[in-house]
């Protein structure tokens, strides 16, 4: 399995994992589709970036850092378009974000073969 | 005429090397002796080299043939070949500047440098057991770390060698497999006190009285020492479940640290809104 496809595996069940926890929010009931929907698209796109970068650098550190970067930009403009009561739920949607992409950009540079040669990060 | 005490320990000194007349060799001192024979510091007057000639009785000129078959970076290769004035055989070798592996550990190594050097010893041990070559005498006083880090393993024997205590199997005939038991002896050697249990169970594997109940070749005893030393679980141990969720924990702990850090935010994002 490329890096790519294990990204966009490992994006999409942590970030599916990360919208299930809406569930603890009684208000959010009503959406859970929207927001499982949600976020497994931006987990797996999160992974699938993750993924291109794991072929290119290799490097533990540097892609936890890449994923929570891209976590953390992806989540606030997920919630960027989102309102609850009336406001932008970032700290709520980013902070996960930023976790989540952190162990998507962890797992990309362990699972996965690099389907170009890799370049060892310093 | 009086000698003075400096002209007479010379001339002792040089009454106690062998003739090495009609060689290209100059013999400067003794370093090692052992049951096969005994080991010089020399010079090779025609390469202007230092080299290590080892001299021993004539029936035993098998072992230089033997050693010089084997070409390996971890065994001694060998120079030349000949015979003394006396009728007894010498052959000439690279000269290892470095100490003998029971001296070396009296400097403390890591554990991971320790697992070096058994690594390296037992890579050559597998690469002259392919060639039908088998050791013997596996021993600390047998194996050299060089000056640079490299491993040497010496003295490789012939059938007259019966072995050293506590690193020599009880089977006779000596075969691979007792060099396998002889490998499992070195590891528990070289393992500090507080050694991991999975090494010591990888080492008492390989010392096991019956040679069938020993790893089948050396080949998957380092195996399981790099099992080891990658976190995995090892052959030669059941290991107990608390063992096994901290080996899990040591391997897995960016892992854990995330998913703990994910959890953390979840459980703060969750009281912030209950406040």
Redesign the interface.
Known sequence: MNKILAGSICGLVLGAMDGA?AW??PETHSMMGAIMVGSSVKGMVVGILCGWFARKVQS?GWG?VMGAGLGLVFAFLVAAMDTVNGRHPY??IM??G???G??TG??TQRVGTSGSPVRPAH | MDLSDSVLDHLRHMAALPDVSGTRYELEREIGRGGMGVVYAARDRDLDRRVALKVMEAELAGEARLIARLEHPSIVPIHETGRLPDGRVFYAMKLVVGVRLDHYLARSPSLAERLRVIRRAGEALAYAHTTGVIHRDLKPQNVMVGEFGEVYVMDWGVEAVAGTPGFRAPETPLDRRSDIYALGALLEFVLPADGPPALRAVAAKARRPDPADRYPDVGALLADIERFQEGLAVEAWAEPWRHRLVRFAARNAVLLWLLAAYAGVKLVLFFLRNL
Do not use: G, K, R, S
């Open positions: 926890t603890f929010y533990t936890i700290l709520e902070m996960p930023f976790a989540v952190a162990i962890f797992l």
